[in-house]
Each structure stands twice: as C-alpha cells, then as structure tokens.
C-alpha cells in the first residue's frame, strides 16, 4: 500500500502560481510513477502530468505544458506539481495517483494508489 496527500492548493487570479505537494508513506516511494490528475465540476478526471521513479522522464498534458513543471524529491517522498499562469480553466480538484509501471502513463487505470485530492481555484 502506498498512501497519499496531497496539499497546497487554494485560491489565486489568473496569471498566479501554485505549488502543489503529493507526500507519500507506506511502500518504498521511490518504486512508483508518480501523477496527477483532476477533476473539475461535471467533467472527466483528466490526466495532468507524471514522472518516472527516477525524474528522468516527465509527460504532460497539451494544455499545461510550458505552465506546469513536476518534479519529486525521493528523500523527501515527495512529489511537487509547480503551476505557474494558472487561468480559470486550471480549476479543479488536484490528486496525486502513484503506478507501479516503469513509464509514466496518462491513463487513470494504470494507476494503483490516489491520494483524496486538493482543491484549486483560480479567479478571473
């Protein structure tokens, strides 16, 4: 089992920053790709972002690249989500998920764990 939360989210205008943290506790941290999603009011959990065991590879999503960075500190169990020019679409419900597959996936089924999510708000 792994366990996760998330934390850091909150409210912010447009064109503001975010850090989003994703600790975890349980099986050795550093096995799993770790990624996050979210959900905003009456849509589909949609993929954001991920990064493998090791920080080499990163995926992200169309509409975050260039805005979002993630990154993960092992030693810390870790995983940071750092959302710079938020708009008004960003807002969501933000959860971190960990998968046991040597790649980062962008599929909600390939993840095994979720954290209970961290809600973001961005005004216009």
């Known amino acids: 089992q792994v366990q996760l939360v998330e934390s850091g989210g909150g409210l912010v205008q447009a064109g503001g920053s975010l850090r989003l943290s994703c600790a975890a506790s349980?099986?050795?941290?550093?096995?799993?790709?770790i990624g996050w999603f979210r959900q905003a009011p009456g849509k589909e959990r949609e993929f954001v972002a991920a990064i493998s065991w090791s920080g080499d590879s990163t995926r992200y999503a169309d509409s975050v690249k260039g805005r979002f960075t993630i990154s993960r500190d092992n030693a810390k169990n870790t995983v940071y989500l750092q959302m710079n020019s938020l708009k008004p679409e960003d807002t969501a419900v933000y959860y971190c998920?960990?998968?046991?597959?040597?790649?980062?996936?962008?599929?909600?089924?390939?993840?095994?764990?979720w954290g209970q999510g961290t809600q973001v708000t961005v005004s216009s």
């Open positions: 349980g099986r050795t941290f550093s096995n799993y790709v």
């Open positions: 998920a960990a998968s046991s597959l040597p790649i980062p996936p962008n599929q909600r089924r390939r993840y095994d764990y």
